[in-house]
């Protein structure tokens, strides 16, 4: 079974602690979402910890841990409990400092008590259903899912296409969603989120409800209430009956309901869905050898969680750490069949065994991130002494720059540094056509005993600017690099966009080469261009 490792554990070694409640999402000081965790042990009562966002999908109440590591073999605190409700917006959203002491006790601490719950009056006890639980049953079930939940529209940026042709409903995801999550359950699952109305409305409330409330407390900087935290809240809507398995705790008429193991009564608006995705493609087989790769190390499917990560890497092939997931039941079970358009050679002969590339059958302990992803994401900064950086995340007009970097990486094995920078102001063209600040990217390369400098424009709008390479000629100090670079960005936007000669020219020992664009060139095509440029 696979276990994830919280890296970040506050506590001593082999000391037990208790996941008793989840604080307010918030912002951290890079622009990441976290998640305050409460831990309770014997010794030092409750401690708050806080990890990314995307965590929250692997994180119960009422799990226990021991240096970092959830112990799944001792079951979790509460008991089950089956309950029915005529409509979900039949219940009442308040603080949990409203719940009998004997079910949880804060300590007085006002960031736990002030996270909402859902009370839902019964013939029998009254159900109080932590806000965020109700929110990871029904949409969490990866960090993808989580991240996309705190993006204004973010459920759009998943979703190419979706429409009805007669009794057939044609849904596509976008690459953004990874091929491992690229399956008939999730399909199912998001084009009901996408095309109920309801519940997509539940959806948006949660980062609406974020939002209005940072824009009421901090009108100029909405950012600020952000960094602070906001306990979620939603808008609940009219839609029922429901019925939910769940396992919690009673104290005479009321039951803390620690996790919902099952959700049903819904019915999905399609009996029958075409998914797409770009991953998914004919199979066709021949005779031929079957490659196959060897590391060592000892097969193990542990993963540890590296939460200093900036951007988690986005890949859509990358691993993807499943969660138990709550069990979606519709009154109806929409079958979803699958539309292929390219196709995959795979062949069915004898393994051999080959040493080139990276992966292989066994594969150690894994770190992973649970960090928002982004293209280009986890790639190692380059140490600047006075150039300033920003977050990858604000390069705005940049992702088929780094799509093209992840696969120089690959390809060509070279080792790569990688940092943000804004343009400088004065000309129109520092701020691109939507308003946001232009970037570019600063790339540090090494391969072999060489190394050069790449400086790419941020193009949303298709700008015509040719990629830079600068190469030391001889081995030059770093502040006289940042030197250049400032010069070059400065003549840049004097010149209304375009590279000045006469500025390419004063920098001194190094050359300097453009590289042009074409649109007819595939992502692979540029790298490949890319890399015979160093080769020269």
Not at 489 to 518: A, F, P, T
């Amino acid at each position: 079974m696979v276990a994830l490792k919280l890296k970040s554990w506050p506590f001593p070694e082999n000391q037990e602690a208790e996941l008793v409640w989840f604080g307010s999402p918030f912002m951290d000081y890079k622009g990441n979402w976290r998640i305050r965790v409460a831990f309770r042990t014997s010794a030092s009562g409750i401690k708050v910890v806080s990890y990314p966002w995307g965590t929250l999908p692997y994180l119960r109440i009422g799990q226990i841990y021991s240096n970092g590591v959830y112990d799944q073999i001792r079951p979790m605190s509460g008991s089950a409990f089956q309950f029915r409700i005529d409509s979900l917006d039949q219940g009442t959203v308040t603080n949990s400092f409203k719940l009998p002491k004997r079910l949880i006790d804060f300590g007085k601490n006002p960031e736990l008590g002030l996270q909402n719950i859902i009370q839902y009056r019964t013939s029998g006890p009254t159900y109080c259903i932590p806000v965020i639980e109700l929110v990871r049953a029904m949409f969490i079930n990866s960090r993808y899912l989580a991240y996309y939940l705190l993006q204004p529209h973010g459920l759009e940026l998943l979703v190419d296409n979706s429409h009805s042709q007669g009794r057939i409903f044609h849904f596509d995801l976008t690459s953004r969603v990874p091929a491992k999550l690229a399956t008939d359950n999730n399909a199912r699952h998001l084009s009901w989120i996408h095309t109920d109305s309801r519940i997509r409305s539940l959806w948006d409330s949660v980062y609406q409800n974020m939002f209005s409330q940072a824009v009421k407390n901090s009108p100029y900087n909405p950012t600020a209430t952000f960094k602070k935290g906001i306990p979620l809240d939603v808008n609940l809507p009219v839609i029922g009956p429901i019925e939910l398995h769940v396992r919690g705790d009673q104290f005479i008429d009321y039951v803390l309901v620690k996790e919902i193991l099952a959700i049903g009564g819904f019915r999905h608006p399609a009996d029958e869905i075409l998914f797409w995705h770009p991953s998914k493609k004919k199979r066709e087989w021949s005779a031929g050898d079957k490659s196959v790769r060897i590391t060592s190390g000892a097969k193990n499917n542990d993963y540890v969680l590296n939460d200093q990560s900036d951007n988690a890497k986005e890949d859509t092939n990358q691993d993807v750490l499943e969660t138990p997931p709550a069990i979606m039941k519709f009154v109806n079970y929409p079958v979803v069949e699958t539309r292929r358009l390219n196709v995959k050679h795979s062949n069915t002969g004898t393994d051999v065994i080959v040493s080139s590339g990276r992966g292989g059958k066994y594969a150690g302990t894994k770190e992973i991130s649970t960090q928002d992803s982004m293209v280009g994401g986890d790639t190692p900064p380059i140490e600047f002494l006075t150039l300033e950086t920003i977050p990858v995340n604000e390069a705005t007009g940049l992702e088929s720059f780094f799509q093209m970097i992840e696969i120089l990486k690959k390809l060509f094995l070279v080792n790569i540094k990688m940092s943000v920078l804004r343009i400088p102001l004065g000309k129109r063209f520092s701020v691109c056509p939507n308003g946001t600040r232009r970037t570019c990217a600063v790339v540090q390369v090494a391969y072999g005993n060489s190394a050069l400098f790449i400086i790419e424009v941020a193009r949303p709008d298709d700008w015509s600017i040719s990629t830079l390479i600068l190469r030391p000629i001889n081995k030059i100090e770093m502040k006289v690099v940042e030197q250049s670079i400032k010069q070059l960005l400065n003549g840049l936007v004097q010149k209304g966009g375009h590279w000045d000669q006469s500025v390419l020219n004063q920098c001194n020992g190094m050359s300097i080469e453009k590289l042009k664009h074409y649109q007819s060139d595939t992502i692979p095509d540029w790298a490949n261009r890319l890399f015979g440029k160093f080769m020269n």
